[in-house]
């Protein structure tokens, strides 16, 4: 108890451990299904509560886990230190120079709304509640990202407390190695605390989704990709393949039923967009179309993500192409007939995602065409028929497969292997050896983990 409260007056935040009332509340996050299991939180309002929290970890050798909603937990923390962000909440947005400063714990949601005021768009992505951070470090891929790229490449500056206690403000004139490793694998290399990003001059869409009915999804599918070879980079557009389950809050025409759902978002003039999508349309009778001009405080509508917590367990495949057998192995794998029936969405990569910015990053495997994602739901960790579903799909597409991607390691426990997998080899290297060189000691140990080169 007296270390517990030597920490406790150090930080503004509180400081919980199993016992105190409040710690099931504060480890608790939108993923469901794991739950991390700290000796202790720190709820951080500040750089300098970080910084507390670390060097207290440091000093014990203790893991340090970090949560600011838990989207993206795949792994949970068992003892250790957790550093809860949620409570850093700032923004500012710098009109002239195109830019926002946010916090650890801000959301999407929060940025699209204090930029929409000039005009301007952060390159968000389908939910509006996720944490922007966490999000960012692992590439960020967004309603935009055909035409501007991953959000990570638009990051100016991050301010980031490493593993000897020092707050550092790195981009690529201060620590470019750093700044490199920050933008797809950040996680392995301190807690970052704010991020500078860039905003875009977008303030309305054409876009929402087109809902087709699921003996529709091979048309669907095979059409989608022969259109996809057509659009500009201004349309980005994916295809959610969806159980929805009979349930009164599910809109009814899509209640009870298996559903092919083209999203879609596109910065040109409304017209062109109709046009644009006139070949999907002729695909036959929709279950809901909600295709037209919106603002882009409303972005969150295209995919319509689900907003209420719940467990899940996903993988993905960055793809070179898609195989004309996929809408076979989609339905019998993970389809309404499937023992286990997943969610699949496919992203169409390419345009600005596939051109090398001109600060380099740790994203990888840029020449993909398609991301494929399935997903399940799950009661919590441990192998299960429910969790093995995603991985029959994922080894369908194996030919095909290029690696993966960092946001979208949804639930899995994450063995050296898997993440190599999310970064070309030299890149993995040159990430083991800076990870040596700023947390030598694998402080920072979860999720995508990359541990500490031997050379």
Known sequence: MEKTMSLADRVRGPVLAPADPDYDAERTGFQAAYQHRPALIVGATGPADVRSAVEYAAGRGLPVAVQATGHGLAVAADGGVLVNTARMSGVRVDPVARTAWVQAGVRWERVIHEAAGYGLAPLSGSAPDVGVVGYTLGGGLGLLSREYGYTADHVRAVEIVTADGRERRVDAECDPDLFWALRGAGANFG???????DLVPVSTLYGGGLYFAGELVPDVLAAWSEWTATVPDELTSGVGLVPYPDLPMVPEPLRGRYVAHVRIAYTGAVQDGERLVAPLRALGPRLIDTLGEMPYTESGSITADPTMPHGYYGTNAMLSELPSSLATSVLELTGPDAPVPCVVQLNHLGGALSRRPSVPSAIAHRDASYL??????????????????????ADAVAPWTLGRSPNFVLGESSTVEQVRTCYHPDDYARLAALKATYDGANLFRLNQNIPPSAN
């Open 191 to 197: 807690v970052v605390t704010a991020l500078e990003i």
């Open 372 to 393: 494929l994602r399935a997903l399940t739901v799950v009661d919590g960790p441990g192998p299960s028929e429910a969790r093995s579903a995603p991985g029959r799909l």
